[in-house]
């Protein structure tokens, strides 16, 4: 199991870094977004300048993950990124659909992997005589 985690977070850490860095430096030319909501969805983070903000993100928690260092904070900085990616494509462009879907494939691994650091966000504290505290 720790080969297959070593794997889905160099992978996913690879993809992010890539692809975030593609907002800036633009090595891989990218296919116009089909007319529609797609395409106005897309202008709109382009003319405001937040795809920067979402390729900034892209490449610090992707580097968080391909160095496995602070890999949950890596975690915690892509996950609002790819629910955004799979909502964008469940929603307006589903040809992209299935990489979406195997990018949540990883991260929800990799989430499962290091539960441990995020038992916070889903268990209440447990106080004396099994109590949970508000």
């Given at each position: 199991?720790?080969?297959?985690?070593?794997?889905?977070?160099s992978?996913?850490?690879?993809?992010?870094v890539?692809?975030?860095?593609n907002?800036?430096?633009?090595f891989i030319?990218?296919?116009?977004?089909?007319?529609?909501?797609?395409?106005?969805?897309?202008?709109?983070?382009?003319v405001?300048?937040?795809?920067?903000?979402?390729?900034?993100?892209?490449?610090?928690?992707?580097?968080?993950?391909?160095?496995?260092?602070?890999?949950?904070?890596g975690?915690?900085?892509?996950?609002?990124?790819?629910?955004?990616?799979?909502?964008f494509h469940?929603?307006?462009?589903?040809?992209?659909l299935p990489?979406?879907?195997t990018?949540?494939?990883?991260?929800?691994?990799?989430?499962?992997?290091?539960?441990g650091?995020?038992?916070?966000?889903?268990?209440?504290?447990?106080?004396?005589?099994?109590?949970r505290?508000?």
């Open positions: 199991m720790k080969i297959a985690t070593i794997i889905a977070r992978l996913l850490g690879l993809i992010f890539v692809f975030g860095s907002m800036f430096l633009h030319p990218m296919p116009p977004p089909p007319e529609g909501p797609a395409r106005d969805f897309m202008t709109a983070l382009f405001s300048h937040y795809l920067y903000v979402v390729g900034a993100l892209q490449v610090v928690g992707g580097l968080l993950l391909f160095t496995g260092r602070w890999v949950p904070l975690l915690t900085l892509v996950g609002p990124v790819i629910v955004n990616i799979v909502c469940a929603l307006m462009a589903p040809a992209g990489m979406a879907i990018v949540s494939a990883l991260a929800v691994f990799l989430l499962w992997r290091h539960r650091n995020f038992a916070g966000l889903v268990h209440a504290p447990v106080g004396p005589a099994g109590t505290h508000q």
